[in-house]
């Protein structure tokens, strides 16, 4: 591409004053070095074809649409996803705990009301009621799995 101009940095067939052709816009607005090259290396009196105006235009904004998806719609549906088999699999007597951190025991579960009842201690008979959703993660395997890994070392 040829150097700006000396006053206003304009491309160098751009000058004030001078009207503009087909595509002496296209080449001042794009933000890619790629398509002033692909310009000048066809016929500089020839506009760039249609196609590559639509698809260069069009290519920042499909990538930000990917790169969104990639990072941060599909890891948000994998949690939600990992979060309702925890919750579809909640059974009585599982160890959990919930989001505001407290530890207990399933004693019942009624799905239809959005309601878990859990055992705090044993001793007491302390149970409260929580909501079905605030059940943060299930202890009962990860315990298990991990007292035979320290059993068999």
Not at 137 to 153: F, I, P, W
């Amino acid at each position: 591409m040829r150097g700006g101009h000396y006053i206003c940095g304009l491309p160098g067939d751009v000058r004030p004053g001078v009207p503009l052709r087909a595509g002496m816009v296209f080449r001042m607005f794009c933000p890619f070095a790629l398509v002033p090259l692909l310009a000048d290396a066809a016929d500089p009196a020839a506009a760039p074809p249609e196609f590559l105006k639509t698809l260069i235009n069009t290519l920042p904004l499909a990538l930000i649409a990917v790169a969104a998806y990639l990072l941060l719609f599909r890891p948000e549906q994998e949690r939600r996803r990992r979060q309702q088999d925890l919750l579809g699999g909640l059974k009585k007597n599982d160890r959990v705990v919930t989001t505001a951190g407290i530890y207990g025991t399933v004693a019942n579960v009624e799905r239809d009301a959005d309601r878990v009842v859990l055992k705090i201690d044993d001793a007491a008979n302390v149970k409260i009621t929580v909501t079905l959703s605030s059940i943060a993660r299930v202890l009962g395997e990860e315990k298990s799995e991990a007292r035979t890994g320290r059993d068999e070392s």
